[in-house]
């Protein structure tokens, strides 16, 4: 069975459409996971402050 032009024209624009959906969904939940991280950096920061003043407290001692 072969395709005509037009059925070919038709099949090629939705494929392509439907990748283009596919990357920009791609996209946002790659901005949205960088968001999140920064969210997430943001909460722990205090903690993250600590341990590092522990570490070098450490190193000193160590020295």
């Known amino acids: ?5 037009k059925h070919l024209e038709v099949i090629t624009k939705t494929v ?3 990748h283009k959906q596919e990357i920009e969904k791609q996209e ?7 968001l999140r ?3 997430l950096l943001l909460q722990n920061y205090r903690s ?3 341990n590092t003043a522990d570490i070098k407290s450490d190193i000193i001692d160590l020295e």
Request: a positive charge.
């Open 16 to 18: 392509l459409e439907i």
């Open 48 to 50: 993250f402050v600590a």
């Open 37 to 39: 991280n920064a969210e």
């Open 28 to 34: 946002k939940q790659k901005h949205d996971r960088r």
């Open 1 to 5: 069975m072969r395709l005509c032009e």
